[in-house]
């Protein structure tokens, strides 16, 4: 399944082979991650808690009739957690990422575009054992990209509902 | 006798000069025994030195007849003989030297050689010739020719040193024995010397005392009487007796001239006596006379004088009333001057007083329109107070517009972001409207800020209208309390006027009565000066009282001064016969007893 997104999120790729991504900030570091899996930026959330579910689940949001699930991604990437201010925002990301889910981010930054020569990937190791892959997995890093006067790290989108299942 | 007198000094010197000329006198005859001695010895020595020498001139001619004749002997022998033997010859030489002063002798051949030699070392020795160490030239020698023809000749050597030997010991033993009686004869000079010293000394000694015994009880005592009265004499005391009865004439009759002399001293040295007492006791009363005159002059002088002291002391007096008196008139004059000023000095006062009181009321008035002025400024501050406050609001409405707006701002910037998401998933399609959100959110960021900006200088604009507030909060509550002063200033300033005017009233009744003063001070000024002329003129008539006193003064002064010269003669009198008896008192006329009889009396 994930083979096949990631198959048609490269199909999507620009032709001058350049990529984009939204940015945001988390606890003072800079994240980004690709604006084709993002469907929407959402200000002002009501979010309505899941008394069961793990802390990571923040809550549903109603957006135009539909339902989303929003995770605390502070608390995915091992940092403590942060009451909802007025610069909080919600990343809706696209149905063939996850189903209907977004995350809430400290501050959104702007959308940028760079070169696909300035991203270096994280190589994945085919020799290591089932154990270790598993753990690869939870990994939310993608890979670096290395701006004018810093790095900004780029996560994959569609290992955040996987890595809240891994965590439990 | 601790005086030494005359007669044993010239003593005592002539003593000690004989004992010099007898010292001296021996020391000159031993000194000539002595070298009489010397010359004596020597002479005596000198003889026997020739004498031993012609001894021994006479001995050395006896030895050399005898070898002489010994050795003619000798050859007499050996000339007589026919044959002569070796033995012989040695025999012979043997004989030769058996002769004490004989020390070598040689028999010679024909040649002059000799054969056969014989000399006295130790003893006798012999040799064919004499051996060469032995001195033969100091000796003396003696040459014989035989004329045999076994001998031809013969040498005899000699010495006479034992025989000078022998005389020059004994001449030695006789020149000690001459010394020897000279040192004895020199012991016995010395000893003589000693004696003869000894001697004089004490013939001297007796001589001297036996001079000095006969000098004492011939002359020495019958002086010392004598140096006794003198003594007295000395001392003014003619009242002494002259002893006449001494042992030598002359002494007698100097004694009895003494006494003469004395006794006419006496008589007349009584008489002044008596003179110079009587003088003196008359000079005594006249003294006191005198005294008590000038007592007199005194006492009357020092009344003058006193009534002088008086009447000049009225006299001053009444000069000081008519001075005090023309003083008094100055003095008016002063005050009548000083009381013009003082009218005048009161006149201006009341004038400067009425411009007070007008000034006064200028000033209450100003003090009114200062109030009105007060009260219009508090209406003003307390308007724009209210408008501040409508400045305050105004900017807090203005807060919340930017706020409104940075709302805005931020809608729009996720619009934007919404949109550039949905370009880019339309791809190369939605390119062109992702610049164009781009452009949007650029805005919206801008919008952001200068709501931003907006709102921090609406902070700054509400902070600086509250301060503007309390300020003029501030200046109304001061001008109030202006306005409080101002009016209690206004009333002060009625009060005073008031006051002011009260005074003016009274400054001009002071002018009037201070004109009246110096009307009556003028009166009196004159009538002083009447006064202080009728005082002047009594003034003058007790100086002219006082002047003629003093000359009634002065006159009896003059005789006081005469009576004065007369008590300073008689002191004068008195102080020359007191000198007088001084000079006379001294001399003793008659005996002691009788003397102080005299002097009770006096």
Known sequence: MNKLKNITSEQKKLPESKRQFCSFQMAGHCFGVDILDVKEIIDEVVLTTIHHAPSEMLGFVNIRGHVHLVLDLRLLLNFSSKPIDESSRVLLFHPNVGESFGVMVDQIGHMIEVEESLIEYRLTDENLSGIARDFRKSELEKGVCKLKDRLLIILDASKFLSAVELKR | MKQTGIATKIILLSCGVALLLMVVGCILVVQYEMVLLNNMTDTKIDEKEEYFFYLLHHEKKAVTQQLNKQINDLIRLMTSVDIIYAQTFEFQIQMILMHPMVIAAEFCDKKGQSFLA?????????????????????????????????????????????????????????????????????KQLRGLFLAQAIGSFFVVGLLGGVLIFSLRKLILNPIQNILQVAKQ???????????????????????LALGELVDGFRKIIADVKENANMLSESADSMTGIAEELTSHSE?????????????????????????NVEQISDNMDD????????????????NAIEELSASLSHVGERVKNGTQIAEQAVLLAQKAGKTVTILRHAADEIGGVSEFIQRIAHKTNILSLNATIEAASAGSAGRGFSVVASAIQEFAEQSSRAAKDITERIVGVQKGTSEIETAFKDVSSIIKEMNESSESISFAVTEQTKAVQEIASNALEADERARNINVSIDDLSRSVNDAAENTAQVAMGANDVSTRIQGVSESISFNRQISHQINEAAIVLNHLSGNLKCMVDPFKVSQPQKNYQKRSKK
Do not use: C
């Open chain 2, 335 to 350: 005050v009548s001057s000083t009381s013009n000023f003082l009218f005048n000095n009161i006149n201006s006062v009341a």
């Open chain 2, 233 to 255: 004499l000395r001392k003014l005391d003619l009242s002494v007796d002259i002893n006449s009865k001494h042992s030598s004439h002359e002494l007698n009759l100097l004694s």
């Open chain 2, 118 to 186: 014989a000399w006295q070392s130790n003893k006798v020795e012999m040799a064919t010739r004499l051996p060469d160490n032995l001195d033969i030239k100091s000796l003396h020698m003696i040459k014989k020719n035989i004329g045999i023809p076994a001998v031809e000749m013969i040498r005899l050597y000699y010495s006479i040193d034992t025989v000078r030997q022998k005389i020059i010991s004994m001449k030695k033993k006789e020149i000690d024995e001459i010394n020897e009686t000279r040192t004895n004869i020199y």
């Open chain 2, 299 to 323: 006492d009357a002088e020092s009344k003058a004088s006193d009534v002088v002291e008086a009447s000049m002391q009225i006299s001053g007096n009444i000069h000081a009333i008519a001075n």
